[in-house]
């Protein structure tokens, strides 16, 4: 499992549909996914909007993100029950493995740097999984990127105010020049 592997997915569904002028949102693991896609299919993704997400994982970002994963708390056990029935236990070790391949799995500056559309990075200043400096040197590399640093966001959208978030990206994704 990784974001190549989702990101051929999307892409066998874009050739298959011939789709074009695909504004991509993502989020998190599905902004890294959106970001291959428009570095894959340049012709058919036309802008995108990204959010709290990582293309260049370092070992220290792995372990912040799989602490809670290897010794999660009774709460969570029982959320993860109750939406994953007996298996979930599996797809706890899963997520491990996924996020321990990630840092031998990035997009380089020089891919990154070929990704032409405009985009969008967004980041919350509290995000706990990211740091901003992440989301800092997306948008720099990217040649027609910009940033939105969000006050007192966490990494869950929850944390963040929708309405105004959904303004916003939509804005990105639409014509008119930002």
């Known amino acids: 499992m990784t974001w190549h592997h989702f990101a051929d997915g999307v892409e066998a569904v874009l050739t298959a ?17 959106g970001l291959e896609i428009a570095r894959r299919c340049a012709d058919r993704v ?12 370092t070992s220290r970002e792995v372990e912040r993100m799989t602490a809670g994963l ?4 009774p709460a969570m056990a029982a959320r993860f029950q109750a939406l994953h029935g007996d298996g979930w236990r599996q797809s706890v070790e899963s997520m491990i493995a996924f996020a321990e391949g990630l840092p031998s799995a990035w997009i380089d500056d020089e891919a990154l740097g070929a990704v032409a559309q405009p985009a969008l990075i967004s980041i919350g200043d509290r995000d706990g999984l990211f740091e901003v400096e992440a989301a800092l040197h997306l948008a720099r590399t990217l040649p027609h990127a910009r940033l939105w640093v969000l006050p007192g966001v ?7 105010d929708a309405e105004a978030f959904a303004e916003a990206v939509a ?5 008119a020049p930002q």
């Open 171 to 175: 804005a990105a994704l639409a014509d």
């Open 17 to 33: 549909l011939d789709l074009r002028d695909v504004r991509l949102f993502g989020y998190s693991l599905g902004a890294a996914v």
């Open 70 to 73: 290897r010794d999660v708390p």
């Open 46 to 57: 036309s802008r995108l909007a990204l959010h709290a997400t990582n293309t260049q994982w």
């Open 154 to 160: 966490q990494h869950a959208l929850s944390t963040l």
